[in-house]
Protein backbone atom coordinates (compact mmCIF):
# COMPACT_ATOMS: atom_id res chain seq x y z
CA UNK A 1 0.00 0.00 0.00
CA UNK A 2 1.50 3.18 -0.83
CA UNK A 3 2.21 5.90 1.71
CA UNK A 4 0.86 9.41 1.52
CA UNK A 5 2.46 12.13 3.68
CA UNK A 6 1.16 15.60 3.68
CA UNK A 7 3.48 18.53 4.62
CA UNK A 8 1.58 21.99 5.75
CA UNK A 9 3.60 24.86 6.26
CA UNK A 10 3.30 28.70 5.62
CA UNK A 11 6.01 29.85 2.92
CA UNK A 12 9.42 29.37 4.31
CA UNK A 13 8.11 27.19 6.97
CA UNK A 14 10.99 24.59 6.08
CA UNK A 15 8.60 22.52 3.75
CA UNK A 16 11.44 22.15 0.80
CA UNK A 17 14.09 21.12 3.22
CA UNK A 18 12.15 18.62 5.06
CA UNK A 19 10.45 17.07 2.44
CA UNK A 20 13.68 16.25 0.41
CA UNK A 21 15.03 14.76 3.66
CA UNK A 22 11.94 12.59 3.68
CA UNK A 23 12.15 11.81 -0.02
CA UNK A 24 15.71 10.37 0.50
CA UNK A 25 14.63 8.42 3.60
CA UNK A 26 11.49 6.46 2.23
CA UNK A 27 11.83 7.01 -1.40
CA UNK A 28 8.82 8.62 -1.90
CA UNK A 29 8.77 11.69 -4.13
CA UNK A 30 8.64 14.98 -3.39
CA UNK A 31 5.28 16.23 -5.11
CA UNK A 32 5.23 20.21 -4.18
CA UNK A 33 2.19 21.59 -6.02
CA UNK A 34 4.01 25.41 -6.46
CA UNK A 35 6.95 23.54 -7.96
CA UNK A 36 4.30 21.66 -10.31
CA UNK A 37 3.12 25.18 -11.19
CA UNK A 38 6.57 26.78 -11.86
CA UNK A 39 7.65 24.02 -14.32
CA UNK A 40 4.27 24.43 -16.02
CA UNK A 41 4.55 28.06 -16.34
CA UNK A 42 8.40 27.92 -17.86
CA UNK A 43 7.42 25.66 -20.55
CA UNK A 44 4.50 27.89 -21.13
CA UNK A 45 1.63 24.56 -21.38
CA UNK A 46 -1.68 25.45 -21.22
CA UNK A 47 -2.25 24.82 -17.89
CA UNK A 48 0.71 27.30 -17.19
CA UNK A 49 -1.38 29.48 -18.92
CA UNK A 50 -4.50 29.43 -16.78
CA UNK A 51 -2.40 29.09 -13.53
CA UNK A 52 -0.18 32.59 -14.37
CA UNK A 53 -2.31 35.12 -12.97
CA UNK A 54 -3.43 33.83 -10.12
CA UNK A 55 0.05 32.87 -8.89
CA UNK A 56 1.59 36.58 -9.97
CA UNK A 57 -0.77 37.83 -7.94
CA UNK A 58 -0.17 35.23 -5.18
CA UNK A 59 -3.70 33.92 -5.15
CA UNK A 60 -4.88 30.20 -5.25
CA UNK A 61 -5.06 28.61 -8.59
CA UNK A 62 -8.70 26.95 -8.93
CA UNK A 63 -9.25 23.85 -7.39
CA UNK A 64 -10.22 21.76 -10.99
CA UNK A 65 -7.20 23.05 -12.50
CA UNK A 66 -4.61 22.03 -9.48
CA UNK A 67 -6.74 18.62 -8.63
CA UNK A 68 -5.70 17.27 -12.37
CA UNK A 69 -2.18 18.31 -11.77
CA UNK A 70 -1.68 16.49 -9.03
CA UNK A 71 -3.36 13.47 -10.23
CA UNK A 72 -1.28 13.39 -13.42
CA UNK A 73 1.40 13.61 -11.15
CA UNK A 74 0.60 11.18 -8.84
CA UNK A 75 0.17 8.88 -11.94
CA UNK A 76 3.75 8.93 -12.90
CA UNK A 77 5.93 5.39 -12.17
CA UNK A 78 8.26 7.27 -8.97
CA UNK A 79 5.15 7.66 -7.42
CA UNK A 80 4.34 4.09 -7.57
CA UNK A 81 5.14 3.44 -3.47
CA UNK A 82 3.41 7.08 -2.23
CA UNK A 83 4.57 10.92 -1.99
CA UNK A 84 5.21 13.58 0.23
CA UNK A 85 2.75 16.26 -0.86
CA UNK A 86 3.66 19.73 -0.22
CA UNK A 87 1.32 22.82 -0.42
CA UNK A 88 -1.39 20.70 -1.65
CA UNK A 89 -4.40 20.48 -0.17
CA UNK A 90 -4.63 23.80 0.44
CA UNK A 91 -8.59 24.22 0.83
CA UNK A 92 -11.17 21.83 2.29
CA UNK A 93 -12.51 20.56 -1.23
CA UNK A 94 -8.77 19.98 -2.74
CA UNK A 95 -8.38 17.82 0.88
CA UNK A 96 -12.38 16.20 -0.28
CA UNK A 97 -10.81 15.50 -3.78
CA UNK A 98 -7.61 14.36 -2.29
CA UNK A 99 -9.59 11.68 -0.65
CA UNK A 100 -10.96 10.27 -3.91
CA UNK A 101 -8.15 10.74 -5.74
CA UNK A 102 -5.87 8.88 -2.95
CA UNK A 103 -8.37 5.47 -3.58
CA UNK A 104 -7.60 5.61 -7.36
CA UNK A 105 -4.13 4.99 -5.89
CA UNK A 106 -5.43 2.28 -3.47
CA UNK A 107 -3.92 4.71 -0.59
CA UNK A 108 -5.03 7.30 2.16
CA UNK A 109 -3.84 10.07 3.53
CA UNK A 110 -1.21 8.04 6.33
CA UNK A 111 -0.31 11.15 7.96
CA UNK A 112 -0.43 15.77 8.28
CA UNK A 113 2.54 16.96 9.16
CA UNK A 114 1.98 21.34 10.20
CA UNK A 115 5.21 22.91 10.40
CA UNK A 116 4.67 25.75 13.01
CA UNK A 117 6.68 29.13 12.03
CA UNK A 118 5.93 32.19 13.76
CA UNK A 119 4.89 35.04 10.94
CA UNK A 120 8.38 37.30 12.15
CA UNK A 121 10.81 34.21 10.99
CA UNK A 122 8.91 33.28 7.73
CA UNK A 123 9.10 37.38 6.53
CA UNK A 124 13.20 36.98 7.63
CA UNK A 125 13.50 33.74 5.88
CA UNK A 126 11.93 34.22 2.56
CA UNK A 127 13.58 37.74 2.18
CA UNK A 128 16.91 35.82 2.67
CA UNK A 129 15.36 33.09 -0.31
CA UNK A 130 14.50 35.47 -2.45
CA UNK A 131 18.12 36.57 -2.58
CA UNK A 132 18.81 33.96 -4.69
CA UNK A 133 15.61 32.60 -5.91
CA UNK A 134 14.35 34.92 -8.10
CA UNK A 135 11.08 33.40 -7.69
CA UNK A 136 8.70 36.54 -8.37
CA UNK A 137 6.49 35.58 -5.74
CA UNK A 138 9.24 35.71 -2.78
CA UNK A 139 8.21 39.69 -3.09
CA UNK A 140 7.49 41.04 0.38
CA UNK A 141 4.38 42.84 -0.91
CA UNK A 142 3.29 39.07 -2.41
CA UNK A 143 4.91 37.51 0.35
CA UNK A 144 2.91 38.80 3.02
CA UNK A 145 -0.74 38.23 0.81
CA UNK A 146 0.44 34.49 0.29
CA UNK A 147 1.27 34.46 4.16
CA UNK A 148 -2.23 35.06 4.61
CA UNK A 149 -3.89 33.44 2.29
CA UNK A 150 -2.08 30.37 3.47
CA UNK A 151 -2.99 31.85 7.28
CA UNK A 152 -6.85 31.57 6.94
CA UNK A 153 -6.86 28.53 4.94
CA UNK A 154 -4.53 26.35 6.94
CA UNK A 155 -6.73 26.59 9.93
CA UNK A 156 -10.03 25.06 8.58
CA UNK A 157 -7.44 22.17 6.87
CA UNK A 158 -6.19 21.40 10.23
CA UNK A 159 -9.17 21.24 12.30
CA UNK A 160 -10.19 19.04 9.11
CA UNK A 161 -7.16 16.49 9.75
CA UNK A 162 -7.11 16.43 13.44
CA UNK A 163 -10.98 15.28 13.45
CA UNK A 164 -9.87 12.55 11.36
CA UNK A 165 -6.64 12.07 14.13
CA UNK A 166 -3.95 12.84 11.04
CA UNK A 167 -2.66 16.27 12.16
CA UNK A 168 0.93 16.31 13.77
CA UNK A 169 2.33 19.95 15.38
CA UNK A 170 5.81 20.34 14.34
CA UNK A 171 7.90 22.97 16.27
CA UNK A 172 9.34 24.18 13.28
CA UNK A 173 11.71 26.65 14.40
CA UNK A 174 13.99 24.48 16.41
CA UNK A 175 17.03 23.20 14.39
CA UNK A 176 16.60 20.95 11.43
CA UNK A 177 17.85 17.30 12.86
CA UNK A 178 15.75 18.21 15.58
CA UNK A 179 12.73 19.21 13.17
CA UNK A 180 13.44 15.64 11.59
CA UNK A 181 13.34 14.14 14.61
CA UNK A 182 9.81 15.47 15.22
CA UNK A 183 8.27 14.07 11.91
CA UNK A 184 10.17 11.04 12.22
CA UNK A 185 7.74 10.58 15.33
CA UNK A 186 4.82 11.42 14.24
CA UNK A 187 5.10 9.11 11.02
CA UNK A 188 5.78 6.40 13.28
CA UNK A 189 2.71 6.70 15.46
CA UNK A 190 0.55 7.00 12.36
CA UNK A 191 1.98 4.18 10.37
CA UNK A 192 3.90 2.15 12.30
CA UNK A 193 7.39 3.00 10.18
CA UNK A 194 10.44 4.24 11.28
P1 LIG B 1 4.08 27.52 -3.25
O1 LIG B 1 5.42 27.34 -3.89
O2 LIG B 1 3.55 26.25 -2.64
O3 LIG B 1 4.03 28.67 -2.29
O4 LIG B 1 3.08 27.87 -4.44
C1 LIG B 1 3.28 28.98 -5.28
C2 LIG B 1 1.95 29.40 -5.89
O5 LIG B 1 1.38 28.32 -6.67
C3 LIG B 1 0.87 29.75 -4.88
O6 LIG B 1 0.98 31.08 -4.39
C4 LIG B 1 -0.40 29.52 -5.69
O7 LIG B 1 -0.60 30.59 -6.61
C5 LIG B 1 -0.05 28.27 -6.51
N1 LIG B 1 -0.42 27.05 -5.78
C6 LIG B 1 0.44 26.12 -5.25
N2 LIG B 1 -0.24 25.13 -4.66
C7 LIG B 1 -1.56 25.39 -4.82
C8 LIG B 1 -2.77 24.73 -4.42
N3 LIG B 1 -2.75 23.59 -3.72
N4 LIG B 1 -3.93 25.31 -4.78
C9 LIG B 1 -3.96 26.43 -5.48
N5 LIG B 1 -2.87 27.13 -5.86
C10 LIG B 1 -1.67 26.61 -5.55
Known sequence: MPTYILLFGAP???KGTQSAILKAEYGIPHVASGDLFRKHLSEN?????VARGYIDNGELVPDDVTVEMI?????EPDADHGAVLDGFPRTIPQARELEKLLVEFGGKVDVVLSLKVREATLLERVANRALT????????DVL??????FLSQTQQLEDYYRER??????EGERPVTDVT???HAAIA?????D
Open 165 to 170: GLLAEI
Open 133 to 140: SGRADDHP
Open 181 to 183: GQI
Open 12 to 14: GAG
Open 45 to 49: TPLGQ
Open 71 to 75: RDRLH
Open 189 to 193: ARTGR
Open 144 to 149: AKRIKV
